[in-house]
């Protein structure tokens, strides 16, 4: 729940800025700087970002890492960085139109989603780009937004960080899916401004089933919510096909369905993704932008044109890379104890360390501390994420092998260390 702006106020007036969540570390004991800061500022969830500081800082060469969030595979032919004459000025707003052009032929093609590019399509700073773009636009103190448990922290920090209040939506993966009961949507969906889906999702890598999908519209219409649908995992599936929830009649002229190449085409880099939508949503949307940092580089769109344009069957390969490494990795932690439900979509497996008597947070620490792994611990997902890690299978073949190989390590010295104070008792 984010910081009343208010509250943060008063303390700043009385000299008591110290007492807000995260300030000396992020401030770095300059509290000085607290009477200029704006509003926006005052709301940003300091204590989500002391939980997100250790994912984002840079790992040792020594360390094995396995938090990555984009593959680092290459699709692109080589020659594809340089700019004609023309194009070195500034781009469209909106995005190069034969980029726009290129996404909708994506969306009807790999989602059945149609879209016109020239009214329709929004390009952005990466996904995280059309994230904020989409609050900024549509969030304001005092909103609610339903998000689902566990999700990407990068919503609960978007949405907090405008001032909005945060449902949760419990949500588990069942048979490849991720189920939710409808009497939760019913609960929780009214007096909601926006309503997320990760999908496939986001650490727990289901996929939604439509007829769920077709509920929810439903509700979103009936209660005048918006839509955001984040489908940049859409590529990585080995299991049920996801539906985009754009494609039903109820959801239509409500939802912005967001994508990138981020993870699709391993251009994390790059930072290109895209809102489409219907052409009020996008209209609003591209008059914020002109505010905010209105151009994507000509030169990063050029790339994902390119990427775009790359035959789907160049792709497969590296998905059956990652559904090898998936199974692989489901195989081992069952074997040291910690059996998962296999992800039928994503690029992640989530790992429940609760049956070993653990929280994602500890173990994350005491991997990192003893082990020299890096690993992602669940409670940034949501509240159902404490028990949880989150392991990446954006890494080489060998190096997964040995962050499992040491996580089994610490699991068993924790096994001993439980004995023990058994036998102490």
Known sequence: ????????RLLVRLGLGHYLPGARRHLAGHLDVLPRLSAAALRTPLDLLDRLADEFEAQPPNVVDLTAGAPTFDLLPTGTSKLAANRRGLPPLPGLLELRLAVAEKLV??????????????ITGGALGA????????????????????????????????????????TWVEDGWTRFRLHDVARLLP????????????????????????????????????????????RFTYGPTPTSIGTFDEAQGRTLTVGSVSKSHA????????LA????????????????????????????????????????????????RRTFACERLDGIGLPVVRPDAGMFVWVPVWRAGLDGRTLARRLRDEEKVAVTPGDLFGPSGRGYIRLSLATEQGRLEEGLRRLGRVLRGEERRAEERLRAA
Not at 150 to 164: C, E, F, N, Q
């Open 191 to 234: 007096g909601c401004s926006l309503v997320v889906l990760v999908d496939p999702g986001n650490p727990a890598g289901g996929v939604f089933r439509p007829e769920d999908l077709e509920q929810l519209a439903w509700w979103a219409r009936r209660t005048d919510a918006l839509i955001l649908s984040d489908e940049t995992f859409g």
């Open 277 to 324: 939508g219907p052409k009020p949503l996008i209209g609003a949307c591209l008059a914020v932008a002109a505010t905010r940092a209105a151009f994507v580089p000509t030169l990063a769109q050029q790339v994902a044109l390119t990427a775009l344009r790359t035959p789907p069957e160049a792709f497969e390969p590296h998905r059956e890379e990652f559904a090898a």
């Open 1 to 8: 729940m984010p910081f009343p702006v208010m509250l943060a």
């Open 109 to 122: 093609l790999e989602s059945q989603l149609s879209v016109n590019p020239s009214e329709e399509v929004l």
């Open 131 to 170: 994230i904020q773009l989409v609050c900024d636009t549509f969030l304001e103190a005092g909103r609610k937004v339903l998000l689902c448990d566990p999700t990407s922290p990068a919503y609960p920090l978007a949405v907090a960080g405008r001032g909005a209040r945060l449902r949760w939506l419990p």
């Open 267 to 274: 251009l994390a880099a790059a930072r290109v993704g895209w």
